[in-house]
């Protein structure tokens, strides 16, 4: 990454219907009322290739695993190196970055189903892929995810199904052992409230 990064870069994860939203946006409004200037960007991202994910994640067409890790790949470098509204711009502009969803969903997500070493390589060893400052997973049981995306949409994406979210959530904690002496990552217990978990996820950042 360049020397001349001057803003954090901030990463939420977590399964789908954990909360990463409203974190967010409270982690947006604390940074903000310090004086940090931030940038919220997710993935995927709202290019054409993020057009071309949802469509794979709504089932249809149907993509293999390996297909989608590799087009979340390209839609994930695109991000970074954007020359106007990349990760790499905004950091460098002096930006808080703080990003819904990033490479631990692919290892995660894609990997429950393909290669996880050939997906966590390719990431890990992309050159324009930026390393986060800090990885913050709110951990919600898959069973409450379910019952918030139930009760949020009429629609669910490949991944929303209990039995799926919870191979998820395990490979994201195989994912974190396996890569927590490299990464920093923060598992926050996200069944608590919003203000909580809010409260837990400053006192983090205070100290990066
Ligand atoms: P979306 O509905 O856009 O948002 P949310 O994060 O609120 O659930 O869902 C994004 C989906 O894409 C989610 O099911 C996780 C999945 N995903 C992957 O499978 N791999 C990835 O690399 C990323 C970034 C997301």
């Not at 940074?31 to 960007?41: D, P």
């Not at 509204?85 to 692919?106: A, P, T």
Request: charged share 30%; glycine share 6%.
């Amino acid at each position: 990454m360049s020397s001349a990064k001057k803003g954090r870069f901030i990463v939420f994860e977590g399964l789908d219907g954990s909360g990463k939203g409203t974190q967010i946006r409270l982690l947006e409004k604390r940074l903000s009322e310090i004086g940090r200037s931030v940038a919220l960007t997710a993935e995927p991202t709202d290019s054409a290739l993020g057009g071309i994910i949802r469509d794979a994640l709504s089932g249809d067409p149907v993509r293999s695993p390996s297909e989608l890790a590799a087009i979340f790949l390209s839609d994930r470098i695109r991000h970074c190196s954007d020359k106007k509204k990349g990760i790499k711009v905004l950091l460098e502009s002096g930006k808080d970055v703080i990003c819904d969803r990033y490479y631990f969903s692919s290892f995660a997500y894609q990997g429950i189903d393909t290669d996880i070493d050939w997906v966590i390589d390719m990431n890990l060893n992309c050159p324009e892929i930026i390393r986060p400052d800090i990885c913050i997973f709110l951990d919600v049981d898959p069973d409450t995810c379910m019952e918030r995306i139930d009760s949020s949409r009429a629609f669910t994406e490949i991944y929303e199904k209990a039995s799926t979210l919870s191979r998820i959530r395990k490979r994201f904690f195989d994912v974190f052992e396996r890569l927590g002496d490299t990464e920093n990552i923060m598992i926050v217990d996200a069944s608590r409230s919003p203000e909580e978990i809010s409260e837990e996820i400053a006192n983090a950042l205070s100290r990066l």
